[in-house]
Nanobody, 111 residues
């Protein structure tokens, strides 16, 4: 029911930064966190970061200290600021709300 649209992906050099955006429409339920997942070629989908309606955040160990998740509640927007990017961050990044998923946006980190 919830529609999620990611944007902001692209090609960046190692050490660079990107900011991903997720625009959500429909009814957003506070019981679900807004989260980012990613899936690299040949790898399983993995959790990246999440943020609750109260602003609680959590991160995968692999991105702690480098990525920041935030949201603008009134606009139903969620962001993922990615800094100090590494080649292993290369993946399709998905915005999620419960079992609702966006179509993903490609992030490629390559020198």
């Amino acid at each position: 029911q919830v529609q999620l649209v990611e944007s902001g992906g692209g090609l960046v050099q190692p050490g660079g930064s990107l900011r991903l955006s997720c625009a959500a429409s429909g009814v957003i339920l506070s019981v679900y966190v807004m989260a980012w997942y990613r899936q690299a070629p040949g790898k399983r989908r993995e959790f990246v970061a999440g943020i609750s309606s109260s602003g609680y955040t959590n991160y995968a160990d692999s991105v702690k200290g480098r990525f920041i998740i935030s949201r603008e509640h009134a606009k139903s927007m969620v962001y993922l600021q990615m800094n100090s990017l590494k080649p292993e961050d290369t993946a399709v990044y998905y915005c999620t709300h419960g079992d609702n998923w966006g179509q993903g946006t490609q992030v490629t980190v390559s020198s």
